[in-house]
């Protein structure tokens, strides 16, 4: 027997007590029951996304609701600024290039961010520009932008700004209404410690003033026909009833250790993790400011990143990540969002240390462990 | 303690087991754990469609997986028959429309069905004709349609038969490659005996050609990108993992009881569950054959559909479905697909005359149960 662990940046491990919840008698989507359900769900999550507004909870990956953010707010020809600083900032492109949206690139190198200075900068260089496009956590370098920037620039413009959650949400803090975001994208596998089935929307008023402008064509992702059946909490079409149950569940566990909480204990997980890698003398993939869901590093000259990542499976049954796109086999990517605590850093930490060590690399032994062990100590939970 | 019963037509009761194999621990999508999972779903599904075709898996409704099958096979302008004969067959109808694509209806009656013979002297007549939608088994009038007859005359065609089975697959026989069938369109929360949230399209080779030429855009639903992965058990985006684990539970219980057992055992509490109700002296709303997925029947003169739903649900804690769109108040619905048996159907049955009697229609006691008793034992399974 050797214990499985999931140190991924997504699906993340769902608590039991979760697990099991999911495994009653399924809802029907059409009855009170479900409804009373949903309005819990409801409250939750305006609790969660710091907002007044309704989200929409879509069944799909997250990338689903990337397009719904796409098709629901923009018409033809319509002109978009994207942060490209990740594979999931490429995605924001493909998905605008598909439905015929103009997109004006704003890159940066991969492992670094974007000032916000330079979207406001944009966005008064570039004439009728609809909306920005960004992720928070850019999941595959492991980079946290600076939506509170981008939000002061958009909103002094005509521009919605449009922020890719899925792996901040529950995370990192973005208060929606106090920074201004105008449509915050989700998912349920990352922070929210869920299967992956459930995807969110969730649209400030100028968002939605957008909606009903917008040409572009969406039929299952038709977020004002999703909206006129929220308030009555109905679903349009039949809900991943089952994750929607889960979902009350987690609601509740993060409602009862407080927004803060959660965000302060990400943070100092991440803090940790990183302080490991560094102490064996290993660099870091973020050159900006980092994600506290996810580390991702360099893997040591002479040691192919995918060898990392088979190596933690194959001799310690633990599931990291790769690198993603032309970061592939030059990093790997340690995941500590969701349903994880200290113990779980030393864990993470100490496989590596071994894995490291078994592909030839020179290992002082508990170096990484000790690192993260005196930064927990500095930063009490 | 009232015991629960989930007697709709879908989502369908999940059996106990597959509940529990889904509570496992989550299982990364990118490891080789999922690819084995998913080799042995690709050989189930193919088992189950009757079919050489690969199966793209989606994260959605199958709402989700009917605009895929539209967005990924046709382009702007392109014309189309649409078999319209109840709620579903609008819904494909809308689809095309919000997509751009021109829709000659083939209309009948709800409850009614378009015989094959006016879908072969429609595509004759009208030129140009891409695509036939239609359902197999239509949800919201019970009423089964002639697949094979339609697809007889799409064979001799230009067209493609897109077939919505998502009340048909798993409990009637549709012989995707036998009859011809060009793109076939499922979920996973009816026949499937799974929560909702996977849906799945299996396309011909002329369907495959389609895709090549087809222009409508779509990103997340890009069924080319999938397949290419599919061949290596790979996702495209991050699925629902858990209901993939179920989605092999199912498909071994079905391969142990044989495909040809799991039709006969639809068909044949269908036929009880129509002889129960009628011997009730209630009329099926069904006037062409009638689904072995559900039966709708007239509510009663004088007795609101939505009152029967209700009664079943305040009385007797079962939850049965009223009628959609025009027919609604007007019928209600008795789902009898999935992980249903014999006394399942006696219950419904039982049910029905209590809630018939105190909503004051003449009950003769044991009426409907005792007819579908006869048909279960003249027909044995």
């Known amino acids: 027997m050797k214990k499985y662990y999931l140190m991924a940046p997504g699906p993340t491990p769902v608590p039991n007590q979760v697990l099991l ?34 989200t929409i909870v879509l069944v799909a990956s997250g990338t689903g609701a990337m397009e719904a953010a796409v098709t629901n707010t923009l018409s033809p020809g319509d002109k978009v600024l994207v942060v490209r600083a990740g594979k999931f900032g490429e995605r924001w492109a493909e998905i605008c290039k598909t439905f015929g949206v103009e997109v004006v690139p704003l890159d940066a190198p991969f492992g670094q961010t974007v000032p916000a200075d330079r979207v406001a900068e944009a966005l008064k260089k570039t004439p009728g520009v609809r909306a920005v496009f960004c992720q928070h956590s850019e999941t595959s370098t492991g980079v946290l932008h600076d939506v509170q920037g981008y939000a002061q620039a958009t909103r002094q413009s005509e521009a919605i700004l449009v922020v890719d959650a899925v792996s901040s949400l529950g995370v990192a803090d973005l208060p929606m209404d106090a920074w201004g975001v105008d449509l915050v994208v989700s998912g349920s596998q990352k922070g929210l410690m869920l299967p992956p089935g459930l995807a969110f929307c969730t649209l400030s008023d100028k968002a939605w003033e957008r909606v009903k402008q917008a040409k572009l064509p969406r039929y299952y992702f038709n977020l004002l026909e999703e909206k006129k059946l929220v308030v009555k909490n109905q679903p349009h079409f039949t ?23 959660v965000f302060k204990r990400h943070d100092r997980l991440a803090r940790a993790t990183r302080a490991g890698v560094e102490a064996l003398g290993l660099e870091l993939f973020a ?14 000259k002479g040691i192919e990143g995918e060898k990392v990542v088979a190596t933690f499976a194959s001799s310690h049954n633990i599931t990291i990540a790769g690198g993603q796109g032309e970061m592939k086999g030059k990093v790997f990517r340690l995941g500590h969002m969701g349903y994880v605590g200290d113990f779980d850093v030393l864990v993470a930490l100490g496989a590596l240390e071994q894995v490291l060590a078994e592909l030839g690399y020179p290992v002082d032994w508990g170096a990484a462990v000790g690192a993260a062990q005196k930064v927990l100590a500095e930063h009490p939970s």
Chains 1, 2 share one sequence.
């Open 21 to 54: 919840a999911m495994a009653q008698p399924i809802v029907h989507h059409r009855t009170p029951a479900y409804q009373a359900l949903f309005a819990q769900v409801r409250e939750g999550l305006k609790w969660l996304i710091q907002t007044r507004q309704e």
């Open 239 to 261: 809900p991943a009833v089952s994750i929607v149950v889960g979902l009350k569940e987690v609601l509740a566990m993060l409602q009862a250790e407080g927004l803060a909480n």
């Open 287 to 300: 050159k900006a400011t980092p994600s506290p869901a996810i580390t991702a590093v360099f893997s040591p």
